[in-house]
């Protein structure tokens, strides 16, 4: 008489699995349900008054709540907390780019009505109320951002060059990253105040041109050029370095041929930086540069207008129709921002066009 064994039931190796819609399916649940509570405690009922911020804010807590939730039961307890720290994740990132969205939605809103041709060809020369544009402030401002980064691009990549290539280990490499350290941190009203009392001792008291503009956003561009150019510098392979020095090339000629090549994209990303940083200064433009209603291109004689300044001006003191000066703010601001964007295109092309060229490409 045989018998026979009875073979164990097969097991189970991977745990259910919720399908690949549910997530966007608890996502688009979690904003239906908090719209409708936000909807429902508008006091006003106007869709102008409806909280766009919270409601995205709280439809991610519900998403994240319910994601667990749901996993937890689906899947398993390593699956739910994996999926809520890619909730987390993706919540942060939402809430971080929120602000962002809003200041520009707000700026595109605004600038627009008076975004015209009108704006970009008048200076407000002999304009009171409605009418006149910020051509003069736009001239005023690249020509004070073109000189700043005149006088701080040279000086702080060379500064990053000794750093890196010569001073590694030495007390005044050491000295220096100190002090650019703390100029990272100097407010800007400080250089403004800076500038303006070393002219007031050379020049004289009251004295503001275009050019002390420049050197103010020169201090607070000089340290933040150093410190981005300096990072790249150093993660430029050494191997690079040994192989042209191998070769018998000097160290200067190897600086300027293999090192600033090859890190020349991140530096020209981070020159971009330092100019996004200053390019919207106020304070130390009001006290060092002024402000005028015609055009002067002259940065060695006479107060300039900048659109930082010319847009805190027509906010702050708003004549009649105060519409027209309000709507000249908001579109001098968005101005800023576009100038601000077009700079950072080029700078992406000309980092591309003189990026070192690999096999690939």
């Not at 097991?11 to 690949?20: E, G, I, V």
């Not at 150019?229 to 000097?250: D, F, K, M, Q, T």
Request: net charge positive; hydrophobic share 55%; charged share 10%.
């Amino acid at each position: 008489m045989t018998s026979t064994a009875i073979s164990p039931a097969p097991q189970k190796t991977t745990s259910a699995r919720l399908p690949k819609w549910a997530p966007w399916a608890l996502l688009g649940g979690s904003f239906l349900v908090s719209a409708a509570v936000f909807a429902f405690a508008n006091p006003t009922g106007d869709p102008a008054d409806f909280n766009i911020a919270l409601t995205v804010v709280f439809a991610a807590v519900i998403y994240m709540i319910a994601t667990f939730a749901f996993s937890f039961i689906v899947e398993s307890r390593r699956h739910a907390v994996d999926r809520l720290m890619t909730a987390l994740v993706g919540t942060a990132f939402v809430i971080a780019l929120l602000p962002l969205i809003s200041l520009l939605y707000t700026v595109v809103v605004n600038g627009l009505a008076r975004f015209d041709g009108q704006f970009f060809s008048w200076s407000m020369r002999n304009v009171v109320g409605e009418g006149g544009g910020a051509i003069h402030a736009v001239y005023g401002t690249l020509l004070i951002t073109l000189w700043a980064a005149i006088i701080s691009v040279p000086i702080g990549l060379m500064t990053s060059i000794y750093l890196v290539e010569y001073g590694d280990g030495k007390r005044l490499a050491k000295g220096i990253t100190f002090l650019v350290d703390v100029m990272t941190g100097i407010p800007s009203i400080v250089a403004g105040l800076f500038i303006y009392s070393v002219f007031a001792l050379l020049i004289g008291p009251g004295t503001r041109m275009g050019i002390m503009g420049s050197l103010a956003l020169s201090v607070l561009m000089i340290p933040v050029v150093v410190r981005g150019s300096e990072e790249l510098l150093r993660i430029v392979p050494n191997e690079l370095r040994e192989a042209s020095y191998a070769l018998g090339v000097p160290k200067w000629l190897t600086i300027l041929k293999v090192v600033l090549p090859t890190s020349i994209a991140g530096i020209t990303t981070s020159v971009m930086l330092a100019i996004a940083r200053v390019i919207g200064e106020t304070a130390p433009l009001l006290l060092t540069v002024g402000m005028v209603s015609g055009m002067n291109l002259n940065m060695f004689g006479g107060q300039m207008a900048t659109l930082p300044v010319f847009s805190y001006m027509q906010a702050k003191y708003p004549g009649l129709p105060q519409d027209a000066f309000i709507d000249r703010a908001w579109a001098s601001a968005l101005t800023l921002i576009l100038i601000v964007m077009a700079l950072n295109l080029i700078a992406r092309i000309i980092a591309k066009a003189f990026a070192p060229k690999t096999a690939g490409r």
